[in-house]
Every structure is written in structure tokens, then in C-alpha cells.
């Protein structure tokens, strides 16, 4: 797994964003943990004293991120990596269309990560090393028709991060677009997945993963899978209904 010193992870308060945290400092790099729920952040913090900086914010609070960006980086004393982590699914009916379950949807899974992860491509493209990862989702990569807009938010979160690894890459930047399949988080226990991996587990793989740039599915047979459902055509996939 590569080695970090300095890292920032959006969303770190529950799920993978958490876990990923976690295995960090575990690894002796000093990590600003950012997030809404100011109490799991202190409980992570004290676990990990040396290490964890907790920083409470709301990613929709947006006029908030170049000047905390520049906060957390002076407090860390540098930045090898950034993890926006952070995104949320509510529940939809089959017939259900809410403006403001959508709302949030975008303004968490997308702008809130074009926030932070524009000041960190800004901060990375002027000292020509740093690694970028989002936490995508497999759901990007078809319309589903169960959540629609959920689909759209990570859907837009990799055609952004691929758009950043194409003009980062010049300056030595690592841009990395993680795609998990089923992982047990609060965010999912609703949908009572089977087979699904711990968010421990995926944010095992995540972190070996961010070594490479790219777009990666934390399984390989996720990447076949997805790859046959990305062909199906667009008549067939609306009678399969997955």
C-alpha cells in the first residue's frame, strides 16, 4: 500500500470515509477528518490523538472550503492526498419524485466534492505531486431506474474525476475514481445487501488502489460484470430491471 504523510478525507464520520481515516492513522499519517457529525469525529480523534485533526463542516457550505482548505493544510504541515468520501442515498419509492431528496443528492455527491477537489487539483498542480481519490459507485454507470438522481451524482462524480486525471496527469498528480460495488455502510443498510463487503475491507482496497490512477471497481469480477451491463442496450436493460 503506498505510503502517505498528510492527508485530508471528506466524509470521514461513518462508512468508508471512516474506515479509511482509520487505516491512516493506523499507518502513522497525520489526517484532517472532516465532516457534519462533530461527535464521531472526536471519538475518531481520540483514538488516534497524534494524528487526527477533526474538523466539523457541511459540504454544502461551499464559501467555506478554499479558506478551511487552507487551514487544514497549515495545521497537517503538508498534503499528500485528499479522499472525498463523503455522499448520501436516501430512500426513493418505486413512483417517488422529490425535488429535494435530489437536491441534496447532487449538492453532497457532486458539488461538494467539486469544492474540495478543485483546491486540492489547485494545490497539486503547482507542487507537481499529490493524489486525488473520489468515491464513486458502481450505480454510475447505467440509469437506473430505482434512483434516478442518485445514478446522475456519481455518474457526473467520474466523468469530473476523469476530466481531472486528464489535465492533472501532465503535473505528476494521481487522479483515482474508486467504484464500489455493495458495501455495508448506514448509508446502504436499508437495501439488506447480500454479499456485500465491510467498509472496512473496501477501504483496504481503496487505499492500494489510490497508488494507481484511474478508475477502479475494488473487485475484479465487479469490473466484469459491470463491464457486460455497461453493453447491454438501452431497450433490454429497461425490461431486466437491475
Known sequence: MKSYRHA??????????????????EGGCRVAAVARRGERLEALAARFPERV??????????EEVPALFQEITGRLGGLDLVVYASGVMPEVGETEFSFA????MVEVNVLGAIAWLNQAAIRFQNTGTGTIVGIGSVAGDRGRAGQPVYNTSKAALATYLEALRNRL?????TVVTIKP???ETEM??????KGALSARRAAEILLRKSARTGEHYLLPQHRLIFAIIRMVPSWLFRKLHI
Do not use: N
Open 8 to 25: 485530508i478525507v471528506i466524509g470521514a464520520s461513518s462508512g468508508i470515509g471512516a474506515e479509511v481515516a482509520s487505516l491512516l492513522a
Open 101 to 104: 431528496k435530489d437536491r441534496r
Open 181 to 183: 460495488g455493495p458495501v
Open 53 to 62: 485533526l477533526p474538523f466539523v463542516h457541511d459540504v454544502t457550505d461551499y
Open 188 to 193: 446502504t443498510s436499508h437495501l439488506h445487501l
Open 169 to 173: 496527469s501532465r503535473h505528476g498528480v
